[in-house]
């Protein structure tokens, strides 16, 4: 159900800057990004990008 590379929807919400609750998984064959060890997370248009590798990210 859940990877070690996916973010929980807090830590993804603070990497959008909006409430958890508005923020979900992104409908995008996850796989694929699994695959390269990210988890996808969406608020409509806004995407939070997690590597494993990268312990921060700030995207603004």
């Known amino acids: 159900m859940t ?3 996916e973010i929980s929807r ?3 919400a603070r990497l959008l800057g909006v409430s958890a609750g ?3 998984r992104c409908p995008i064959p996850f796989r694929q990004y ?3 060890g990210k988890a996808i997370y969406c608020r409509d ?5 997690k590597e494993k590798s990268t312990t921060t990210g700030t995207a603004a």
């Open 45 to 49: 248009d806004v995407l939070a990008f």
């Open 34 to 36: 699994r695959n390269r």
């Open 3 to 5: 990877g070690k590379d």
């Open 10 to 12: 807090a830590e993804a």
């Open 22 to 24: 508005v923020v979900k």
